[in-house]
């Protein structure tokens, strides 16, 4: 049997593994705009089309976005690191100065995303200090609209890709 996992090595270790990182967008009934920060995204199925997020049960946005049944995921491109750093932060409006449109459902996306996906929720489960949302995606834009690099997340800073030479 191993011994305990400590947390900051273990997240320090997972910092390692380089992610996407998105914006989550959302409207609530009453108009306003939700939105946060989520690096912890992936595809889950083709047939039918579902991904996943993973979101800290202390999130105080998520609840309010979980109460609409759906949200959008719109992917930052490696410009983007400003508009990241912003949906990170609590007591703004997020939405503000930020380029975006809705999607057929109403939920707010990043007119200039890499490409972006409208949800409805399908399934939550508890895993540890978050929550495992899947979503069904209902809309997605049209990807030749799109142009640019992803933003990655590495090692607790925002990075851009270096392309590397072909090999074979």
Same mark, same amino acid.
Request: hydrophobic content about 40%.
């Given at each position: /049997? ?32 939700? *939105? ?5 995204? %992936? ?14 049960? +202390? ?8 109460? +609409? ?30 380029? %975006? ?10 007119? &200039?995303?890499? /490409? ?7 399934? &939550? ?5 978050? %929550? ?6 209902? &809309?997605?834009?049209?990807? &030749? ?14 990075? *851009? ?5 072909? +090999?074979?």
């Amino acid at each position: /049997m191993t011994g305990a996992i400590d947390p900051r090595a273990y997240r320090d270790a997972l910092g390692r593994y380089a992610s996407g990182v998105v914006v989550i967008g959302a409207t609530a009934a009453d108009g306003q705009r939700l *939105g946060f920060t989520c690096q912890s995204f %992936h595809s889950v199925s083709l047939d039918p089309p579902l991904i996943s997020i993973s979101v800290a049960q +202390t999130s105080t946005t998520y609840p309010m976005i979980r109460e +609409t049944g759906r949200f959008a995921v719109s992917v930052l491109g490696d410009n983007h690191h400003k508009v990241a750093s912003a949906f990170a932060r609590k007591g703004i409006d997020r939405w503000g100065g930020v380029a %975006h449109t809705g999607t057929g459902t109403g939920n707010p996306v990043l007119t &200039e995303s890499l /490409m972006w996906l409208d949800c409805e929720i399908d399934a &939550e489960h508890e895993a540890g200090d978050h %929550h495992i949302v899947v979503g069904r995606v209902l &809309e997605m834009s049209q990807l &030749e609209a799109h142009r640019g690099e992803p933003l990655l997340f590495y090692r607790g800073g925002f990075h *851009g890709i270096a392309s590397l030479p072909a +090999t074979g």
